[in-house]
C-alpha cells in the first residue's frame, strides 16, 4: 500500500528565504501531485507530477520529481507573506487512490 | 457546472443521525472522490468513482458509511447514526480521468453534536 511521508510538517521561515519541502512515498507511483490548502479553505491543485525528472515552476515555487528515489521536492524561493498556507503531497497508488501526506503547514514571518 | 460543488457547505446534526452528503463534479469528469479531512489533520481516502462503479470502498471507516453515484455525475455520502468523531470536513474530488489533475470541491463542514 502507497504510503506518503512529508517533511517538516510544519516551517516558520523568514521572508526572502528559500526552502525545500520534501515528499518520501513508498512503493511505484506513476504520478505525484502537490495542493496548497488555506485555512478554513479547500485545496488548490500546485503541479501534477507524471514522469521521472519531472520539472514543473510556478511563480516562486518549483516541484521535482524522482521516481527511481520515490522523492519530490517543492522548493520555494524568496518566500514571500502569501505564500503561508499548508502544502500538501500525494501520490497515485496502482489501484487508482490519491495518497495524500499529512501535509506542511507554512509560516513565512515578514 | 465551472467548479466541483458540495453541498451543504456545514452541517450540524445530533450523535444518531443519518446524513446525506452531495458532490456535485464538474461536467464530463469521470473520476470522483471522497476524502475525509479531521481538524487539522492531512486527507483520509474514503471512495472513489470511476464512472458509477467504485472499485475500491477500502477507505470506508465502517458499514455506517456508504456512497453512490447515478448517471456518471452526482455522487451521495452517507453516514447512518452518526457519532461524534465523525466530525470533520467531507471534501469531494473529481477529474476527466483517473490519473489527471483533480479539482476539488469547498467541503462539507460536518459537526455531530
Known amino acids: 500500500e502507497l504510503k506518503v511521508e512529508q517533511n517538516p510538517l510544519f516551517l516558520s521561515m523568514q521572508e526572502g528565504k528559500n526552502y525545500t519541502i520534501y515528499c518520501n512515498y513508498s512503493?511505484?507511483?506513476?504520478?505525484l501531485y502537490w495542493y496548497r490548502q488555506d485555512p478554513g479553505k479547500s485545496l488548490e491543485s500546485l503541479f501534477v507530477l507524471l514522469s521521472n525528472g519531472a520539472v514543473k515552476q510556478e511563480g516562486r515555487l518549483m516541484a521535482s520529481l524522482d521516481t527511481k528515489a520515490r522523492l519530490s521536492t517543492l522548493h520555494i524561493t524568496a518566500a514571500v507573506h502569501d505564500l503561508s498556507a499548508t502544502y500538501f503531497c500525494?501520490?497515485?497508488?496502482?489501484?487508482?487512490?490519491?495518497?495524500f501526506g499529512k501535509g506542511t503547514r507554512l509560516h513565512i514571518l515578514p | 457546472g465551472a467548479g466541483v460543488s458540495q453541498s451543504p457547505s456545514n452541517k450540524v446534526t445530533e450523535k444518531g443521525k443519518d446524513v446525506e452528503l452531495r458532490c456535485d463534479p464538474i461536467?464530463?469528469?469521470?473520476?470522483l472522490y471522497w476524502y475525509r479531512q479531521r481538524l487539522g489533520q492531512g486527507l483520509e481516502f474514503l471512495i472513489y468513482?470511476?464512472?458509477?462503479?467504485?472499485?475500491?470502498k477500502s477507505g470506508l471507516p465502517s458499514d455506517r458509511f456508504s456512497a453512490e453515484r447515478t448517471g456518471e455525475s452526482v455522487s451521495t455520502l452517507t453516514i447512518q447514526r452518526t457519532q461524534q468523531e465523525d466530525s470533520a470536513v467531507y471534501l469531494c474530488?473529481?477529474?476527466?480521468?483517473?490519473?489527471?489533475?483533480?479539482?476539488f470541491g469547498s467541503g462539507t463542514r460536518l459537526t455531530v453534536v
Open positions: 500525494a501520490g497515485g497508488d496502482r489501484d487508482d487512490k490519491i495518497i
Open positions: 461536467s464530463g469528469h469521470t473520476a
Open positions: 468513482f470511476q464512472g458509477n462503479s467504485a472499485p475500491d
Open positions: 474530488a473529481s477529474s476527466f480521468s483517473v490519473g489527471g489533475g483533480y479539482t
Open positions: 512503493t511505484t507511483s506513476d504520478r
